[in-house]
């Protein structure tokens, strides 16, 4: 590993640090089969939208080992860009550097961007910015725990879209988001396609499927597939989602009605 | 368009939003002056009694991915903590001692206040402030870090992240920090003289050995005579004086740093050590790490 540069900002460590070895590590990982959840299942989910006070929106979403936060500012005159006619989505992800299995110096990697990226088409379609010429929305999230990319990604845009709504801005239909995983090999001897690998899963998985949807008006915004998979698994991997993703809109649905029935009485 | 209906409604007749509306506007043009109002009443814009403090609360542990995390609130401020353990060679000059790197980020999603970018100075002065806090009360003594003299070290990366940004994050960022060292266990860790490796069991660990548990006290000073504890995101920019107190569980002072002096009545600094005192002791009797 490189060493991290210098930077005088921070207070710094060592130049060169390893994460720990461990003599358990040596032999090979065997993933156990699901004993929490059906294969077709996804994990519990927490979310509560509007626990960052300053924000215009904001939204916590916990799904076991994932845990993140999004935060909505503006929308706001865009600076330093040029004339458009529809407002722009700016989605910045950063992950907290105690958020994975090896410490994540705090600097921006491909891995943040990527994430960034999927969220941002995943939500682009269903926001209606060309009511808003001029101006650029702000997408904060903080990975404060993962449980990999997949999970991250769907949690992301999940949140991400409750705290659109909660920001009062004008969307076409809420977002949810929902990933599948094909053929484990270690972990199951018929071809099952699964829901919401965890991050062992997804490592062993041949190919992975995120499923981006506004199930209110029965559209796809986004897919997302990665790996090896047979067109007809794409196919089917698709269509549980779009199913798990309808479930996901009736828990959305409900925590921003709480939220808003809440408020009144306080 | 909105002050003409209100002005039509006339004054005796406005609804509560309207008001609501009002106040907000008012505070956003005059934020002085609408602080003043409220502490010629003896209470704050939150609704504390002057010299009253928000409720804290930690929650331990709740991260699997860190070594050792924390979340604290203090009111709406809301601060995430969590500790990584790496191995590290020990500098030349100290070759018994391990490192302890505390850093606090205040992203972008935290506050308008922040852009998405490298810390801000606010952020380099609170973490300044932090690693002092955490070397001059000798939390972790260093030696304890060592694996083997001149080869080997933990590292304990504390990394904290406020998450929600209502004022006073340093008293609640010392908080999490502590908290999240006292949570860490440390697996074994044996130095192989043959390969030169460092090899870690997951059957043995154990805790920390921390030797002190620093909590700081901030209080501001408005207007050269009125002692805010706890200041809030609004509060902050208007005070004139900034004071924080960091007591030792002892209740002895390990460091009082104060910014900004002008205006301050002769005996402020003295009350504010009382007061930290006094809130010390409170906090103590309710065990605040779990």
């Given amino acids: ?266 | 368009m909105a002050s003409a209906s209100t002005s039509n409604s006339g004054s005796n007749e406005q609804t509560p939003e309207a008001i609501a509306l009002k106040a907000a506007v008012f505070q956003r043009l005059h934020p002085r002056v609408y602080l003043e109002r409220f502490v010629a009443e003896g209470i704050r814009p939150d609704g504390r009694q002057i010299s009253a403090w928000r409720d804290v609360s930690v929650n331990v542990g709740s991260i699997s991915t860190a070594d050792g995390s924390a979340l604290v609130r203090i009111g709406d401020t809301t601060v995430v903590c969590g500790v990584k353990a790496e191995l590290a060679e020990p500098e030349l000059d100290a070759p018994t001692r391990g490192f302890l790197v505390p850093n606090l980020d205040l992203p972008a999603i935290c506050s308008p206040k922040f852009k998405p970018g490298p810390p801000t100075e606010e952020a380099q002065v609170f973490s300044d402030r932090l690693h002092e806090a955490l070397t001059s009360t000798g939390t972790i003594s260093l030696e304890d870090l060592c694996i083997q003299p001149g080869k080997a070290a933990w590292v304990l990366f504390v990394d904290a992240t406020c998450i929600n940004y209502d004022g006073n994050v340093f008293d609640a960022t010392l908080l999490a920090m502590i908290a999240a060292l006292k949570n860490v266990t440390l697996p074994k860790a044996t130095f192989d003289e043959d390969t030169g490796r460092t090899v870690c069991t997951r059957k043995e660990s154990a805790p920390l050995n921390l030797k002190c548990l620093p909590i700081s006290f901030t209080f501001g000073i408005f207007d050269g005579k009125h002692i805010f504890p706890d200041p809030t995101f609004f509060e902050e920019p208007l005070l004139d004086t900034a004071v924080s107190v960091v007591l030792k569980e002892d209740g002895t002072i390990s460091s009082v740093s104060q910014v900004g002096a002008d205006a301050v009545e002769q005996d402020a600094l003295s009350r504010c050590i009382v007061e930290a005192k006094a809130r010390h002791q409170l906090l103590l009797s309710k065990t605040i790490y779990p």
Avoid at chain 1, 115 to 135: D, M, N, T
Avoid at chain 1, 194 to 209: M, V
């Fill in chain 1, 1 to 266: 590993m490189a060493a991290p540069a210098f930077d005088r900002r921070r207070v710094n460590g060592p130049e060169e640090s390893f994460p720990p070895v461990f003599e358990e590590d040596r032999e090979v990982k065997k993933i156990s089969k699901r004993t929490d959840r059906e294969n077709g299942d996804f994990r519990p989910v927490f979310l509560q939208p509007g626990l960052i006070t300053q924000a215009n929106g904001s939204a916590y979403i916990e799904t076991s080992k994932t845990k993140i936060s999004c935060a909505i500012y503006g929308p706001h005159q865009s600076k330093n860009a040029a004339y458009s006619e529809n407002g722009r989505l700016n989605v910045e992800v950063k992950y907290a550097p105690y958020s994975c299995h090896r410490r994540k110096a705090p600097i921006r990697d491909a891995e943040d961007r990527t994430i960034g990226v999927a969220i941002h088409q995943a939500l682009l379609s269903s926001v209606r910015l060309e009511l808003l010429p001029k101006s650029t929305i702000d997408i904060f999230i903080i990975i404060i725990e993962s449980d990999g990319l997949e999970a991250s990604i769907a949690a992301g845009s999940i949140a991400a879209s409750t705290a659109l709504a909660d920001a009062g801005i004008e969307l076409f239909g809420l977002v949810t988001s929902c990933s599948a995983f094909n053929e484990a090999q270690a972990l199951m001897d018929d071809n099952d396609l699964w829901i919401d690998p965890t991050l062992e899963e997804a490592q062993a998985a041949k190919g992975t499927l995120i499923l981006s949807t506004m199930p209110a008006l029965e559209t796809v915004t986004s897919v997302w597939q990665n790996g090896r998979m047979q067109p007809a698994d794409v196919l089917k991997c698709m269509e549980l989602c779009q199913q798990r993703c309808v479930q996901m809109h009736a828990i959305v649905a409900r925590s921003l009605v709480d939220n808003n029935q809440v408020e009144p009485s306080e």
